[in-house]
C-alpha cells in the first residue's frame, strides 16, 4: 500500500500554515489550496486503482484478463506447468491471496489446498472467493452425480472442465457478475468484453468439432495419463479407452495389474496414441506405448504454457492441444 507521501509529489505536500510553496512555478501561501490539489489527486489514484484479483490457474487468470481488460489486475497463483493436484502455496502467495479483490478458483476439488490457504489467510468466502465452475453439474462417478455449487462439494468430481470450451463460457459468465457486482462502474466494459469473448469461445467450439469430425469415430481412441480429457472427449466424440493413472488427479499409483489390463484394452481397440502432460513424467507411458506399438504425445493439461510460447493464452491452448491430437489419432490410424 503506497503512502500518501509517496503518492504526492514534494512540491504539492502542505507545510506549516501561511508557509510558501512553489507548484508548477507559481507561489502559494494557502494551505486549504494545497489540501484541495492532494484530494484531488487522491481521489484519481483511487478511481484509477484496478480491482486486484487473484486467480488460482492461468487458465482461469487469462479469461479473467479478458473480461475485465485495462480495469483489472490479473495475478496467477499457481505457477504456470505446476500440478495443481500438488501445488503447495507460499508464503507470498498467502499475502497475493489476502490482498486481493476477488479470488478466482476452479472449485470441483481441483485446488485441494484452498480450504487451509484461505483459513490460514483470513480471507472469506464470501466476500472474495468466486467458484467460475459454479451452476452446471460436472462429470462424476454415480455416487456424485450432483451439482457443484462450492469448492466444498467436490468428492470423485471431475475438474478438468477447461477441455470444453462451453464450460470456459460458464467461467466468462461467472467471471463477468462478479467483476459487475464488485466494481459497477466498469459493468459495461465488463459485458462487452464478455460478449466478444464468448463469441471467440463459439467459434473456437466450431472449429474442434470440425477437426475431430474429419476423423473417423473408430479411429478416435485414445490413453491418458489420468482422466483429464474426459470433457473433452464428451464433447467431441473421443474415446479414453484408459488410464495410467486410476482417477482425475495425478497423485495416484498404477499397479501391475491394472497397467496389464490396459495394454490389452489398448490392444482390443486399436488405441495407439497415448496422451501424457508436460508436467508429468513420462517413463510409465513411453513404456506402455513400447509394449503395444503406439506412440506418446505431450500437451499442457493444468496450465498454460510459458508465456511468449505457443498455447500460452486459453485459445491458443485449445487450439495446440485439437492439433497435437488430431495429427497423431490421424498418423496413428491403421
Known sequence: ??????????????????????????????????????????TTFSEAAPLRIVATT???????????????????????????????????????????????????GLESFLDRFLAVSGATHENKLVIVSAGRTPRTDEQHGKEITSHHDHGE??????????????????????????????????RSNAASYHNQLSTLDGWIRKQFDAIQPQQRIIVTEHNELGYLADRYGVTVIGTLLPNFTAL????????????????????????VSYSANSTMAERLAR??????VRIYTHSLAPIGSDASNYLSFMSATTTTLTDALREEAP
Open 291 to 296: 509394449d503395444t506399438g503406439a506412440r506418446v
Open 157 to 190: 468430481t471431475d475438474p478438468h472442465v477447461w477441455f470444453d470450451p462451453t464450460w470456459v463460457q460458464l467461467w466468462v459468465e461467472n467471471i463477468t457478475s462478479a467483476l459487475a457486482e464488485r466494481d459497477p462502474e466498469h459493468a459495461s466494459t465488463y
Open 58 to 108: 492461468s487458465l482461469i487468470a487469462d479469461v479473467a484478463a479478458a473480461v475485465g481488460g485495462n480495469d483489472v489486475e490479473v495475478t496467477e497463483l499457481i505457477p504456470r506447468t505446476v500440478d495443481p493436484h500438488a501445488y503447495e502455496p507460499t508464503p507470498r502467495d498467502m499475502a497475493r491471496l489476502q490482498n486481493a479483490d476477488v479470488i478466482f478458483a476452479n472449485g470441483l
Open 252 to 275: 495416484t499409483e498404477s499397479s501391475a495389474r491394472s497397467l496389464a489390463l490396459l495394454q490389452k484394452q489398448m490392444q482390443d481397440s486399436g488405441a495407439r496414441v497415448v496422451v
Open 1 to 42: 500500500m503506497a503512502h500518501l507521501a509517496d503518492l504526492v509529489p514534494v512540491e504539492m505536500q502542505l507545510v506549516a500554515p501561511h508557509s510558501w510553496r512553489t507548484i508548477e512555478g507559481v507561489y502559494v501561501n494557502n494551505p486549504f489550496l494545497g489540501l484541495g490539489l492532494v484530494l484531488l489527486l487522491l
